[in-house]
């Protein structure tokens, strides 16, 4: 199975920082990699998918990189409504885990 | 609008069935893929299973196989989760969520339910 891991698993920021949350895949996933928001009591919300592409609705301020094991979400200048969870998902191989999560939180 | 509406879950025993629906509006239901992933609370996410745009196709995580089975009627653009022999480990918001691309499979999930609670508890 592959594993994927998040750091932090969690973040104090301030609106307009800019903020990068990490995600490792325990072996290669090309870029088969999906970045996902979620808010309390709330479905999560595609943001980010293939490593680097842009859901369509979602902010630019959002985006994403890497391939193979290691990828990033950078949020280039936080605002409000971006304090939540996020979540990174492999897309390669069955059982298409997730991360554990990291939670953003206003400090 | 687009819209996934979850319903069927609640409160069974352990061993006992369940069966979820989610109905789909807002976009042509037979043309994707249809997932559920589960949320345990408090916890991270966790895909459970998929059906291919036509039903031909699917696949499920180890955690629930041989006890889920997923289906779909595309004449009433629903998704069904069947869940058998129900465990205390079961317990979670279940979504479905709709694949992001039109008859492959992507397993990137642009278009979520608010999600149904099932509660496996004696």
């Known amino acids: 199975d592959i594993q994927m891991t998040q750091s932090p698993s969690s973040l104090s920021a301030s609106v307009g920082d800019r903020v990068t949350i990490t995600c490792r895949a325990s072996q290669s996933i090309s870029s088969y990699l999906n970045w996902y928001q979620q808010k309390p009591g709330k479905a999560p919300k595609l943001l980010i998918h293939a490593a680097s592409s842009l859901q369509s609705g979602v902010p630019s301020r959002f985006s994403g990189s890497g391939s193979g094991t290691d990828f990033t979400l950078t949020i280039s200048s936080l605002q409000p409504e971006d304090f939540a969870t996020y979540y990174c998902?492999?897309?390669?191989?069955?059982?298409?885990?997730f991360g554990q999560g990291t939670k953003l939180e206003i400090k | 609008q687009v819209q996934l509406v979850e319903s069927g879950g609640g409160v069974v025993q352990p061993g006992r069935s369940l069966r979820l629906s989610c109905a789909a509006s807002g976009f042509t239901f037979s043309n994707y893929a249809m997932h559920w992933v589960r949320q345990a609370p408090g916890k991270g996410l966790e895909w459970v299973a998929v059906?291919?745009?036509?039903?031909?196709?699917?696949y499920y995580a180890d955690s629930v196989k041989g006890r889920f089975t997923i289906s779909r009627d595309n004449s009433k653009n629903t998704v069904y989760l069947q869940m058998n022999s129900l465990r205390a480990e079961d317990t979670a918001v279940y979504y479905c969520?709709?694949?992001?691309?039109?008859?492959?499979?992507?397993?990137?999930?642009?278009?979520w339910g608010q999600g149904t609670m099932v509660t496996v508890s004696s």
């Open positions: 969520a709709r694949d992001r691309m039109t008859t492959v499979t992507t397993y990137a999930f642009n278009i």
């Open positions: 998902q492999q897309s390669y191989r069955i059982l298409y885990t």
């Open positions: 059906i291919s745009y036509d039903g031909s196709n699917k």
